[in-house]
Every structure is written in structure tokens, then in C-alpha cells.
């Protein structure tokens, strides 16, 4: 089938094979809402139920599978995501709404995160430490978690499940995947490129649907392990509580409310395109979006002059239009809490620039950048996150209070500062409260092989992604010996 035109009909893949039921739900464009990607099969909790049991099934022989086995399925699907990436980014762009380049660039992303955890399943090395007691050595191993639920959202469509999938795998755990009900396309692409890679039947199972029919199946389940979970801090607080008195160990990543602090210093230039990119990129559809800018007192006009300009010129249209800056909200439901955001900043005294519906050739959920101005920390738009392309302006007096209005925030995953001084930035990376610190780069954007995660309300478990996504998807077995 071609992908960037044709209509997918695609099922859920358990224990190797195709299986759907009665139900199926069309995926749709937001560039162009007449535009039917595909007819992606619905999941029942049965359906849910045949996953985990296939997954469990499984787990004997991937757990003890050779690590060569583990690195070449993965190395040949990375190899296979890359070499397809201009027909893969083209799906993501048509599905979710990121730019063509924004999307190839995640499918590039998804291939390298596969062949990096490749080679890590060779490199699952343990330790030997001499006992205290003479004649006793101590092996510390690492054995596979389990059965683990894999929980995605929208915005990732192809790289937040390669970050959880490929290290779930090298280390020989079996997987129950659950993409969003928005974006089943690119993960069926990723879940039937690993099949035909070589994954034995059962290993990776992919189910679609809605998180509130089949989640309780896939959180509650007492044959799951552990459960990775990318999404609203709402529903990861929900996985807890449903995990924790069963143990399950758990890994979420759920939102953010970004700062990134301009000082007097900053040169403009790069002030503008670090806001700009980590404010609006990917429609601000990040967790690590920059949505609170905070500008010190010196620079603020000119910084708000420049960036107003820079919105302004943006082009947001049709995601695979050559030339799209921004692209759609993925839905009509995103886009109505956009702009109930917008319409509470300005009750409580901001000023929006920008941030108005634009009219394009199909119907698409198009919504022009907005910048709130005029904002203090205590306003609703600088405490609960907006997840669109809205980022507010605070001004402030200086270093110290910018500082302390960037950790003003329940939550801390990536936080960001421009300036030309390396007393600031050091001092910013030292104290900022966010898991990952930016200087003069975008708060959003991060490397795959270092670890990614945030403090707080952000984030709980252990580090996803690089060498540190060895500790949630392995337990450490301590052995002693007398020879
Ligand atoms: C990035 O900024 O490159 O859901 C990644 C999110 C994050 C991923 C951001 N978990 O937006």
C-alpha cells in the first residue's frame, strides 16, 4: 500500500499474528479531516487479555535468547526504519501533524534508538566483587524484568515507543505495546518491522484502542512486570495507584511547564530561535516544550518585538506542504484546550499575540502561534501545561528572581537559559530544578543515547533512554560462591 495516499486496514498483532475484532477506529488527518490514513482495529479486553498471555508465553526463551539474537533483530529493524524514513516520516507528518522534516527527523531517530540499544544488549556486562568473607566471590547480574506494558502518547508516534521498546528488548523482556488511539499508524509500522526482523511470535505485541477500555487490563494485569508510560500527569498518578500495591514496577513520564530564562546578556539573535524552536516546534506538542518564557527587564522589549516578528512569519499550514513551519494541533479536543488557555490568560490579564484559528485549504486544526505577554507565575497559563504552541512572557527584574520563577513550578523536566555569561549559566545548571538543563539550546530536542527525564511531578522511576534504561528494564541479581 502507498502510504502517503492509500487507506490502511490494520490489525493488532499478538503473538506474532494479525488479530482484530469487530471494532475499528479510523485514523484522521489534522492537516486535512477528510483524510482517512487508515481503519485501525479496535482493542477489546480480550484482545488486551490474548496479549499479555502471548507476551508471558514468550518470556522463557527471549529472557534466555543470546544477546547476538537480541542486537540483530534490533540492528535490522533500525537499519529498516532509516532506510524508509522519507515514507515513514511521511505516515507520522500525516497522521500527528509534525512538519515533514520534523517527522523525518523523528523516524531517523526512532532507527538510531534501535541500533543503539543493539548494541547495548552485548554490552549487558555485570560485576564480580571480591566478598568479605575469604574464599566467597560475589556476581551482581542483571536479569530481564518480565512482561512489561508499553503506554504511548500522540506526539511521539514512532520514537517514545522505539525509547521504551528497543531497551525493553535487549534486555530480554517480552512487551504488550499500546500506542495512542491518534497515531496507531506508525506503531504498527515499528511493531511489523520488528516482526519481520526476525522477533519470535509473542515478543512484542501491539494492541490499539483506548487507554480506558483495555488500560485497567494492561496496568492491573498481575502477570505484567513493570509498565513505561509517556503521558498526562493524570493518568500516570492512575498507573500508580493501580500498580503500586501489586508492585508492579513502574516508569512514567508525564508533563512539563518548561522555563527558559533570557538574560540582558543573551544575544537576541539566538534568544529568538532557541524561544521560537522550543516554544512552537512540533506545534509545542512537547512535554519539553519552553511554554514559560522568562525575560529579564533590559531585554524584554526588544526580545518581544523580535519574537511577535518571528511568530508572525511562521507558516502554518498542511503538515506535508513544502515550506510549513507549524503544523496542525492533532485534534479538535487539543485545539479546544488551546484556546481555553488563551481565553483564561486574558481573564486574568495577559495579552495574547498571535494565537488566532487560521483558514487553510481542507480543514485542518490549525491555530497560529501565541505568545501571552504581561504574565506573573501565579496565572493559570505559567502552572498547568498547555501542550499547544502558547508560551507566556514573564518579566523580571534580574538573574536571581528569574532563577526563582524558573523553579516556581510543581514540575521539572527541562529547563533552559540563554546568555553569553558562564557564571549565569553554570550557576542555572547548578540550581535549576529540572531534570535536564539547556544553555543556548531549546528546551526541547534531546540526544537518544543520555538519559531523559525530570524531577517533581514530571517524572517517577528510573531514567529512560542511553546506558541508564538498563535499571528499569532489568533487575540486579546478587550471587555468592565458594569455589
Ligand atoms: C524531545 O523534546 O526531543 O513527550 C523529546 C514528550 C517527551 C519527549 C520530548 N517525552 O514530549
Known amino acids: 500500500m502507498n502510504l502517503s495516499t492509500g487507506s490502511a486496514r490494520r490489525s493488532h498483532i499478538i503473538g506474532g499474528k494479525d488479530v482484530s475484532g469487530d471494532a475499528w477506529t479510523p485514523n484522521i488527518n489534522p492537516s486535512d479531516t477528510s483524510d482517512v490514513v487508515g481503519e485501525y482495529a479496535h482493542a477489546s479486553e480480550a484482545d488486551a487479555a490474548a496479549a499479555v498471555e502471548a507476551a508471558c508465553a514468550a518470556l522463557p526463551r527471549w529472557a534466555l535468547a543470546t544477546p547476538q539474537e537480541r542486537a540483530d533483530v534490533l540492528d535490522r529493524a533500525g537499519s529498516e526504519v532509516i532506510a524508509r524514513a522519507d515514507e515513514l516520516g511521511d505516515l507520522l507528518a500525516r497522521e500527528e501533524g509534525k512538519t515533514l522534516p520534523e517527522a523525518r527527523g523523528e523516524v531517523i531517530r526512532a532507527g538510531q534508538i ?3 540499544h543493539g548494541g547495548q544488549a552485548l554490552r549487558n556486562a555485570g560485576e564480580i566483587i571480591d566478598s568479605v568473607r575469604p574464599g566467597l566471590e560475589v556476581t551482581v547480574t542483571r536479569e530481564p524484568l518480565g512482561v512489561v506494558s508499553v503506554i504511548t502518547p500522540w506526539n511521539f508516534p514512532i520514537a517514545i515507543p522505539a525509547w521504551k521498546i528497543a531497551p525493553a528488548l535487549a534486555y ?8 495512542a488511539e491518534l497515531v496507531p499508524g506508525s506503531a504498527w509500522e515499528l511493531a511489523d518491522t520488528l516482526r519481520r526482523a526476525g522477533l519470535p511470535e509473542g515478543v512484542l505485541n501491539l494492541v490499539m484502542g483506548s487507554g480506558r477500555e483495555i488500560g485497567s487490563v494492561l496496568t492491573g ?9 509517556t503521558g498526562s500527569v493524570l493518568t500516570g498518578e492512575r498507573i500508580l495507584q493501580t500498580a503500586t500495591p501489586q508492585r508492579t514496577r513502574v516508569q512514567l513520564e508525564m508533563g512539563g511547564k518548561n522555563p527558559l530564562v533570557v538574560l540582558d546578556d543573551a544575544d537576541l539573535d539566538i534568544a529568538v530561535d532557541v524561544a521560537l524552536q522550543g516554544a512552537f516546534g512540533s506545534t509545542g506538542q512537547r512535554c519539553t516544550a519552553s511554554s514559560r518564557l522568562i525575560v529579564t527587564r533590559g531585554i524584554h522589549d526588544r526580545f518581544v518585538a523580535a519574537l511577535s516578528a518571528a511568530m508572525r512569519g511562521w507558516r502554518v499550514d498542511d503538515a506535508r506542504t513544502e515550506g510549513t513551519q507549524m503544523g496542525p494541533v492533532v485534534d479538535a479536543t487539543q485545539l479546544a484546550q488551546d484556546e481555553h488557555y488563551l481565553r483564561t490568560a486574558t481573564t486574568e490579564g495577559g495579552q495574547v499575540i498571535g494565537g488566532e484559528r487560521v483558514e487553510r485549504a481542507a480543514s485542518g486544526h490549525f491555530l497560529a502561534p501565541a505568545l501571552v505577554v504581561g504574565t506573573d507565575s501565579s496565572m493559570t497559563v505559567n502552572r498547568e501545561e498547555v501542550f499547544g504552541p502558547v508560551a507566556s512572557v514573564i518579566e523580571v527584574d ?14 521539572g523536566l527541562s529547563s533552559g537559559i540563554v546568555t553569553s555569561s558562564l557564571a549565569a549559566a553554570t550557576h542555572f545548571r547548578r540550581h535549576s530544578g529540572a531534570g535536564m538543563v539547556m544553555v543556548n539550546v531549546p528546551t ?7 538519559p531523559f527525564g525530570g524531577r517533581r511531578a514530571s517524572s517517577f522511576g528510573p531514567r529512560e533512554q542511553g546506558t541508564y534504561a538498563r535499571e528499569f528494564f532489568t533487575v540486579a541479581k546478587t550471587a555468592y560462591v565458594k569455589a
Open 221 to 229: 494485569s498481575p502477570d505484567i512486570d513493570g509498565i513505561t508510560f
Open 398 to 411: 534580574d538573574y536571581d528572581e528569574a532563577l526563582a520563577v524558573a523553579n516556581d513550578t510543581e514540575f
Open 444 to 450: 526541547a530536542g534531546v540526544d537518544y543515547h543520555v
Open 114 to 116: 534501535l541500533k543503539f
Open 172 to 179: 530480554g523482556n517480552t512487551v504488550v505495546f499500546k500506542p
